[in-house]
């Protein structure tokens, strides 16, 4: 149990020491009781019970009779990621100190499922299940009093609609997963706005993303702001983002892969685009040719960047896929490469000014620089772009020392080494920050979106 702080049991203490017979009148004593009572409920309601339950004696204290810091500043947001490969929750808890200022972020609480909503799309009920379980988590997190101002809501990334348009079922995934998680939503305790449930246009995904580390790293407020550059590498898709430094970079780029938006009281013109098709499994299947196959259900996909002996099957969106090593022909990293770089040459934009910056990046490129002990599983860490061209090539040319866990970790590394340098563009050392968290929150759009919802609810400011 909590322990009580140290007012609330002086209080409680008093109450229960007190002796028979009073000193005080008779006449004074049910106004002394009742003194005592109010003083000792509220002091454990202020500081124990207030941002953790509802209890009967809530009504008797006025929502402004706590002192700050207690629940009349905290307020609370709940965003779900319905990403390719899987459903994630996260509950922010924010502090508002002063009217005049940024709220605080104290906290967040995440968890994640797997598989993605995609891969429920013959079952919606199913994966609106999942939705309902993680859901159930918020009702733990968020106090009573809390939840009918605390908005929940669920956006799917464009991930999610390329599968959907690929198996041609996208109006199930448009229409009822979507539906039914909407009544998932309606049938909690929380605030739910409209358009609670969609799918984000993948430009907000890269935005979101950049808002996110940048305000975790302190460069959305005070001076000396220096913002810094985001990659995010999904399933489906992935998303450059950074603030153009020099003129040239805006004159040179197109004007789709330029972004203004506004947030707390700041607007950023923003290079951002998501590639669609561009994510670590998506390469995966362009890589085998699947993409081009009708029919891909009993063809035996092959390539040099998978174990030579390896046959085996992969399930990604709800679509079995077979594949295999060469068996007669060559495998490792320069036949590898050839074949991943592809999938990337002459397809994305080129900003010259990224060679010159280091950039955050997270999700699928810290994944693999973790399971390849390029960086701290906890801590991430520094790599530079040509750390993971080293890294492919180790486990490419040495495929059964490497590939126990995943036989795609040599297609991985190489398509990564592929996508930053032959994609972006990115100079051999340029460094990248991997990370998966910081001050102990997650680094993804979600909190950016979180922030963009609470202003429009005029929930902040
Ligand atoms: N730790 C963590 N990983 C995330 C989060 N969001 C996405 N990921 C990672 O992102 C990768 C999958 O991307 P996903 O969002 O499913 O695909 P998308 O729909 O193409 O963006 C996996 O490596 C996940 O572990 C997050 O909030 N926290
Ligand atoms: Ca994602």
């Given at each position: 149990?909590?322990?009580?702080?140290?007012?609330?049991?002086?209080?409680?203490?008093?109450l229960?020491?007190t002796?028979a017979v009073p000193r005080f009148p008779c006449r004074m004593a049910p106004i002394w009781l009742i003194g005592f009572l109010v003083l000792a409920l509220?002091?454990?309601?202020?500081?124990?019970?207030?941002?953790?339950?509802?209890?009967?004696?809530?009504?008797?204290?006025?929502?402004?009779?706590?002192?700050?810091?207690?629940?009349?500043?905290?307020?609370?947001?709940?965003?779900?990621?319905?990403?390719?490969?899987?459903?994630?929750?996260?509950?922010?808890?924010?502090?508002?100190?002063?009217?005049?200022?940024?709220?605080?972020?104290?906290?967040?609480?995440?968890?994640?499922?797997?598989?993605?909503?995609?891969?429920?799309?013959?079952?919606?009920?199913?994966?609106?299940?999942?939705?309902?379980?993680?859901?159930?988590?918020?009702?733990?997190?968020?106090?009573?009093?809390?939840?009918?101002?605390?908005?929940?809501?669920?956006?799917?990334?464009?991930?999610?609609?390329?599968?959907?348009?690929?198996?041609?079922?996208?109006?199930?995934?448009?229409?009822?997963?979507?539906?039914?998680?909407?009544?998932?939503?309606?049938?909690?305790?929380?605030?739910?706005?409209?358009?609670?449930?969609?799918?984000?246009?993948?430009?907000?995904?890269?935005?979101?993303?950049?808002?996110?580390?940048?305000?975790?790293?302190?460069?959305?407020?005070?001076?000396?702001?220096?913002?810094?550059?985001?990659?995010?590498?999904?399933?489906?898709?992935?998303?450059?983002?950074?603030?153009?430094?020099?003129?040239?970079?805006?004159?040179?780029?197109?004007?789709?892969?330029?972004?203004?938006?506004?947030?707390?009281?700041?607007?950023?013109?923003?290079?951002?685009?998501?590639?669609?098709?561009?994510?670590?499994?998506?390469?995966?299947?362009?890589?085998?040719?699947?993409?081009?196959?009708?029919?891909?259900?009993?063809?035996?996909?092959?390539?040099?960047?998978?174990?030579?002996?390896?046959?085996?099957?992969?399930?990604?969106?709800?679509?079995?896929?077979?594949?295999?090593?060469?068996?007669?022909?060559?495998?490792?990293?320069?036949?590898?490469?050839?074949?991943?770089?592809?999938?990337?040459?002459?397809?994305?934009?080129?900003?010259?000014?990224?060679?010159?910056?280091?950039?955050?990046?997270?999700?699928?490129?810290?994944?693999?620089?973790?399971?390849?002990?390029?960086?701290?599983?906890?801590?991430?860490?520094?790599?530079?772009?040509?750390?993971?061209?080293?890294?492919?090539?180790?486990?490419?040319?040495?495929?059964?020392?490497?590939?126990?866990?995943?036989?795609?970790?040599?297609?991985?590394?190489?398509?990564?080494?592929?996508?930053?340098?032959?994609?972006?563009?990115?100079?051999?050392?340029?460094?990248?920050?991997?990370?998966?968290?910081?001050?102990?929150?997650?680094?993804?759009?979600?909190?950016?979106?979180?922030?963009?919802?609470?202003?429009?609810?005029?929930?902040?400011?």
């Amino acid at each position: 149990m909590t322990p009580l702080p140290s007012g609330a049991t002086a209080a409680l203490g008093m109450l229960i020491h007190t002796p028979a017979v009073p000193r005080f009148p008779c006449r004074m004593a049910p106004i002394w009781l009742i003194g005592f009572l109010v003083l000792a409920l509220s002091s454990i309601y202020c500081t124990v019970l207030h941002p953790k339950q509802e209890m009967w004696f809530q009504g008797l204290f006025p929502s402004n009779m706590c002192p700050a810091n207690a629940s009349a500043y905290t307020f609370y947001g709940i965003m779900f990621d319905a990403g390719s490969t899987g459903t994630r929750i996260h509950i922010y808890t924010f502090v508002q100190k002063n009217p005049e200022q940024l709220p605080e972020l104290e906290g967040e609480i995440f968890e994640s499922v797997k598989p993605g909503l995609s891969a429920y799309a013959s079952e919606p009920k199913k994966g609106a299940e999942t939705v309902r379980i993680l859901l159930e988590m918020a009702k733990e997190a968020v106090p009573p009093s809390h939840w009918k101002k605390t908005p929940v809501v669920l956006k799917a990334t464009a991930g999610l609609r390329l599968l959907s348009e690929q198996k041609a079922q996208a109006l199930l995934l448009q229409g009822m997963i979507p539906r039914i998680v909407r009544e998932v939503f309606e049938k909690s305790p929380f605030l739910v706005p409209d358009n609670s449930v969609g799918i984000m246009d993948g430009c907000y995904e890269g935005i979101l993303a950049w808002i996110t580390v940048n305000f975790l790293t302190g460069q959305l407020y005070g001076q000396n702001q220096q913002t810094v550059g985001t990659l995010d590498l999904g399933g489906a898709s992935t998303q450059i983002t950074f603030l153009p430094r020099f003129e040239e970079t805006l004159e040179q780029t197109p004007v789709d892969f330029l972004s203004s938006f506004e947030m707390f009281n700041s607007t950023y013109k923003l290079y951002t685009h998501s590639y669609l098709g561009f994510g670590l499994k998506a390469a995966r299947l362009a890589t085998l040719g699947a993409l081009e196959i009708k029919a891909v259900d009993g063809q035996m996909l092959r390539s040099s960047c998978l174990p030579k002996q390896l046959e085996a099957e992969w399930h990604f969106g709800g679509v079995k896929y077979q594949y295999g090593g060469n068996r007669e022909g060559e495998t490792g990293f320069e036949p590898c490469y050839a074949e991943v770089v592809k999938v990337v040459q002459g397809k994305l934009h080129q900003p010259d000014e990224i060679r010159r910056s280091s950039f955050y990046a997270f999700s699928y490129y810290y994944d693999r620089a973790a399971d390849t002990n390029m960086i701290d599983y906890e801590k991430g860490g520094v790599l530079e772009v040509r750390d993971f061209e080293r890294k492919a090539k180790e486990v490419c040319d040495n495929m059964d020392m490497y590939t126990s866990a995943s036989p795609f970790l040599c297609m991985d590394l190489t398509y990564i080494t592929a996508l930053l340098k032959e994609g972006f563009g990115f100079g051999d050392n340029t460094l990248l920050q991997l990370t998966k968290k910081v001050n102990n929150i997650e680094t993804s759009w979600a909190l950016g979106a979180t922030f963009h919802l609470l202003q429009s609810l005029g929930l902040t400011h």
